[in-house]
C-alpha cells in the first residue's frame, strides 16, 4: 500500500523525505542524498508504459498504475504535490491503494518568496497569480512532449482544502513551522504515525 508524502511545492517535502529515509533506509540513521531515492516523485514516466502526450491525461492511468505500484510491493513511499481531486472522472487515489498519507502545511506567505526564487518570478504579483490559479498544474519541462510527470495544483487554498478535508484513509498535517522549531517532536510524531498505518504500536527507534 501507498504512504503519501503530499504537499504544495516548496513546502518542505524534501525534508520530510529525508526524515523518512533516514529513519526507515538508512542502518545508521544518517541522512544522504542517495536515500531520496526510496520516495520517488508520482506521477512520474516510470510507472506509466506509455508516453502521456496531453496535459490531465495522466488521471486515465492514476488508479492502473498504483494497483501496479501496491502489487510489486507491500509498502510504497511516495512524494507527490497533486492535489487531492479528480480529473476526467478519476480519482487521484482512494483507499484501495493507499494506506496513509502526511502532508505537510507551510504559511503561503514564506512559499510565495521561496516559490518566486525557485521559479524565477519576475515580481511577487506573478508568483501571487501561480498560487491562486484554480486550474494550475506543473510538470517536467525538460519533457516538453511528455506529461507524465503533470501534477495538478489549483490554488494553494484548494491543495491544501483537498488534502484536510479527505475522509478516506487517514492523514497526518505537519507543519513547516514546527518542523523548524520543534524537530524532534514532529520527527517523533512522523515515524509513530507511520508506525500506527502499520499496526506497529513500537515507541520511536532511538538508535
Keep these: 500500500m501507498i504512504i503519501w508524502i503530499a504537499s504544495y511545492p516548496k513546502s518542505g517535502n524534501t525534508w520530510v523525505r529525508s526524515i523518512i ?7 545508521t540513521g544518517e541522512f544522504d542524498f542517495s ?5 520517488s516523485l508520482y506521477p512520474g514516466p516510470k510507472y506509466f508504459k506509455n508516453i502521456i502526450k496531453k496535459p490531465g491525461d495522466v488521471s486515465l492511468f492514476w ?3 498504483q494497483k501496479s505500484i501496491v502489487q ?9 504535490h497533486n492535489a487531492l481531486v479528480a480529473l476526467n472522472n478519476k480519482n487521484f487515489t482512494s483507499e484501495k491503494t493507499t494506506l496513509g498519507a502526511i502532508y505537510i502545511i507551510r504559511d503561503p506567505r514564506n512559499i510565495l518568496t521561496s516559490l518566486k526564487n525557485h521559479y524565477g518570478f519576475k515580481d511577487y504579483d506573478e508568483t501571487f497569480n501561480f498560487m491562486i490559479n484554480k486550474k494550475k498544474y506543473i510538470w517536467d519541462l525538460r519533457k516538453k512532449n511528455d506529461f507524465s510527470g503533470f501534477q495538478f495544483l489549483g490554488s494553494w487554498s484548494d491543495h491544501y482544502k483537498s488534502w484536510i478535508e479527505n475522509t478516506e484513509f487517514k492523514t497526518l498535517f505537519i507543519r ?4 523548524e522549531k520543534q524537530k524532534i517532536e514532529v520527527f517523533s510524531k512522523i515515524i509513530i504515525f507511520i508506525n500506527q498505518l502499520n499496526a506497529d504500536n513500537s515507541s520511536l527507534n532511538e538508535k
Design 21 to 27: 529515509s533516514s529513519y526507515f533506509f538508512s542502518n
Design 35 to 39: 536515500l531520496l531515492k526510496n520516495i
Design 63 to 65: 488508479e492502473s498504475s
Design 72 to 80: 510489486k510491493k507491500s509498502q510504497t513511499f511516495l512524494k507527490t
Design 176 to 179: 513547516y513551522e514546527d518542523l
